[in-house]
């Protein structure tokens, strides 16, 4: 079982929100969802317009999550009907029984290593991560062609990114480039992590910060979603469309103890749906696994897009002391 710590870490720096009743009673068989996808709110309008269900919010403290979930939970007065969050997260809650098997016809469809089998967990996206850049200052044809180019001194000072020493998904996405990009070949990747600290990167909490340095030409290029494209329009950014492209598989489950199980299910069901992987992809630019449905960003519906590995407590502890030493962060 991985420790609670590393949780929090995760969900310290996705900032989640949560979808819940406020303590009151649902009218007209509302559902309580959390949440850690934000500008979600056209799929929560569109779900309301389809079945008549309200979804209610608001947010908490995320390090009052876990806690939060299996206090109620203990106590039989768990308030959400549906828990979306992290893999690792939702595998704590799928450890303690919080989470019930459900097999949704609506993914049916979905790719292979996406079935979790009958665990309480589905798939449904994945949490891409690439280069993006200002594209009023950095001309497609100058833009990096390779991960690596990440490493060449001409970018120096240019460069915005998460903490490598403190945001896991930072972390697992570097370790997997090892794999992925430089096929195992450790004296490589570790060479091109020495260039890319000695450019000397600007680093903030996640990746929620990165867009602005970018969009402002503060740092005019880093490490960061492509969904950001969307969420940010019009604001002058692009992606440098690097193969592959790698990120976390964001995860969703009913509630085990759901005061609405019926309503849950539906819920499920929708966001499953064709329906409503359009609207995460073309409103909030989501990479979902629903076939044939893409970000409305040039060049992802060709991307190659994978999952990358989920790294355990220790893995994620040894490898943000070695990030700390390599990038020299105090």
């Known amino acids: 079982m991985k420790k609670v710590s590393v949780v929090l870490l995760v969900l310290f720096f996705t900032a989640p929100m949560i979808f819940a009743r406020g303590g009151q009673e649902a009218a007209g068989g509302d559902g309580a969802f959390y949440a850690n996808i934000t500008a979600i709110e056209p799929l929560l309008d569109d779900f309301r317009s389809r079945t008549g269900t309200r979804a209610n ?20 007065r768990l308030m959400a009907d549906v828990i979306q969050a992290p893999i690792p997260v939702m595998e704590m809650l799928r450890e303690r029984g919080v989470l019930a098997p459900y097999n949704s016809p609506a ?76 096929n195992n070949n450790d004296a490589e990747w570790r060479a091109f992590l020495r260039g890319l600290a000695a450019n000397n990167p600007m680093f903030v909490a996640s990746f929620g910060p990165t867009p602005a340095p970018i969009a402002s030409g503060e740092k005019p290029i880093g ?68 076939p044939g449905v893409f970000p409305p960003i040039n060049g992802m519906n060709t991307a190659r897009v994978i999952p ?11 490898w943000a002391a070695e990030f700390r030493t390599i990038f020299n962060i105090r």
């Open 57 to 76: 919010y608001t947010r908490i403290s995320t390090t009052q999550f876990l806690a939060t979930v299996f206090t109620e939970f203990e106590a039989n």
């Open 308 to 318: 990358i590995a989920e790294l355990s407590d220790q893995e994620i502890t040894r």
């Open 223 to 290: 490490i960061s979603m492509p969904k950001y494209i969307v969420t940010h329009a019009p604001a002058p950014l692009d992606w440098a469309q690097i193969q592959p492209v790698m990120g976390s598989p964001r995860g969703i489950g009913i509630s085990a103890k759901a005061p609405n199980p019926e309503g849950a299910r539906r819920f499920m069901d929708y966001w499953l749906s064709a329906e409503a992987g359009k609207i995460l992809a073309d409103d909030v630019g989501e990479y979902v696994l629903v």
């Open 107 to 182: 993914a049916a469809n979905f790719p292979a290593w996406a079935n979790r089998g009958n665990d309480g967990i589905f798939m449904f996206a994945i949490e891409y991560v690439s280069i993006i850049y200002n594209h009023e200052i950095i001309s497609r044809a100058d833009a990096p062609r390779r991960y690596q180019d990440l490493a060449d001194p001409r970018w120096r000072n240019m460069i915005v990114m998460p903490d490598p020493s403190i945001h896991p998904t930072t972390i697992s996405w570097l370790v997997a480039l090892r794999e992925h990009v430089f």
